[in-house]
Nanobody, 114 residues
Framework: QVQLVESGGGLVQAGGSLRLSCAVS????????LAWYRQAPGKQRELVAR???????NYVDSVKGRFTISRDNAKNTVYLQMNSLKPEDTAVYYC????????WGQGTQVTVSS
């Protein structure tokens, strides 16, 4: 069974940066597209960034130019570099595949103060 462990969240002031990591157990990591999601209080979970097995990237409009998704297949880890953070980026961040085929991890809390 695949397990997802997100880390790297925290409290940061607006304009600051954070780098999230998601460690994925299992040897199937390299063949899957991967994605970062977030869920703010009272809102639905939304996909914010995805990366294919070949490295192609897509972002939701609200994070374009500020967030960068990357992956290290040797470490079974996917990253989300978040720059120029805004209070509206406050949420719990999760990783999964774009099709959400794995059980969700615990997520990592990102709080951006104004």
């Amino acid at each position: 069974q695949v397990q997802l462990v997100e880390s790297g969240g925290g409290l940061v002031q607006a304009g600051g940066s954070l780098r999230l990591s998601c460690a994925v157990s299992g040897s199937i990591f390299s063949i899957n597209a991967l994605a970062w999601y977030r869920q703010a209080p009272g809102k639905q979970r939304e996909l914010v960034a995805r990366i294919t097995a070949g490295g192609s990237r897509n972002y939701v409009d609200s994070v374009k130019g500020r967030f960068t998704i990357s992956r290290d297949n040797a470490k079974n880890t996917v990253y989300l570099q978040m720059n120029s953070l805004k209070p509206e980026d406050t949420a719990v961040y999760y990783c999964n595949t774009p099709a959400m085929i794995w059980s969700w991890g615990q997520g990592t809390q990102v709080t951006v103060s104004s």
